[in-house]
């Protein structure tokens, strides 16, 4: 179940700047004419790092994503879909979502080399529905998109929900999964429910906060399947497993499978990361999560921020855990707020597979420098990580990285740079927020931001 633990209120999004801009074809950009905005831009082709984890640690990681449900609980056995696996697209879907959808199962033939097709027919192993949002906060408030096992539409899943039906933990063979997703949210939003909740629907049915580099975890940084998810779903349908085995018989096979299909990973050494306490992660939740007061928001987070240190942790989870009391200073105390934004920083450049999570910082501490008239520094702070936020197909972190940089250049007296830079990203705007309002307000948001503006 994928849930909006990092709705930024900086959500950032930027693509990469034009060193010796193309007047004629710049001036060639059409618009929308019903909204006064360019066109929809989308990620055409995928640029996935490869994984880059030691076959000791990826071992570890596979048993724990297929022996234990977020919750904690433990399944007895393995569980996939046995020979090739149907999906079907039902509801009201957008243009958009179809698209994303046939890349996605492209990505997933060619890259995890499962034998997954599309089909018209009435029933499919995999049954994608496209229902309103306002639906699937009906029944789940907390979740963006949701994925249950034995049932194929949402009539089917309202009959079975308070049975043991639709539990994973009563599964033991995976023959018809259903896929939730909102049909009307942005473009962006729709792509991440599919990428996670398809690759849940086909294998890992946890989500742990331990993996820095992966969709499998729930603070939500990584929104499409990296290198190492799809490394991980090959390893799943790997010929040497089927279901049913024991964990037992699964760890005995994985070093050879993982010496097949990550043999890079022989040779890296293992981190063998702590596992992640229960209490930090409900702290976490319910620091970024719906519900919570502003004072019990605050306190969560710095109950995370102390479970993290007393752990002596300096990982990934570390600097997670400054950036969530980052985002819950910011509308009392802006200065202690950016002083833990800069820990941030510094704790996640020390761990290896965070370029994302550092682009989002990067945002944060931008937007800081854009305010106390330091436009230099902001381009500084934005630069380096305009193409990270681009190949990791994230337009929302792409476009507010531009309309930054556009803001930047503005109070640098280069108000043509700005104007050309602000106008390529609201392409990127459309995909990451979707409705014409939402890429307006982030406008005026940003924009806010600029002394020089009054803001």
Known sequence: MRGGLLALGLAASACMPVASPDIATRAAVSM???TGLPPMKSFSKPRPSPAMVSNADLSRDILQLAFSLESGRGLPAFTRFEGPVTLRLTGRPSQTMVSDLNQLVHRLRTEAQIDIRQVQAPVANIT???????EIRRYLPQAACFVVPNVSSLPEYLSAR???TV???????RERVAVFIPSDAAPQEVRDCLHEEIAQALGPLNDMYRLAHSVFND????TVLTGYDMTVLRAFYAPELRTGMSQRDVAARLPAILARVNPAGNALPARRLPSTPPAWTDAVQTALGPGASPAERRAAASEALSIAATLGWTDHRRGFSHYVMGRILQGADARAAQAQFI???QYFQRAPDTELHQAYVASQLAAYALGDRQPEEALALIGPHLDTAARHENAALLATLMLLRAEALDASGRLSEGRQVRLDSLGWARYGFGSDWAVRAKLREI?????????
Do not use: C, F, Q
């Open 447 to 455: 924009g806010s931001l600029n002394p020089l503006k009054g803001g």
């Open 128 to 134: 994608v529905e496209a229902i309103p949002r306002a």
């Open 343 to 345: 820990l941030a920083r």
């Open 32 to 34: 929308d004419s019903s």
């Open 162 to 164: 308070r049975g043991d």
């Open 167 to 173: 539990s994973w933990t009563t599964v033991v063979r």
């Open 219 to 222: 603070d939500n940084v990584h």
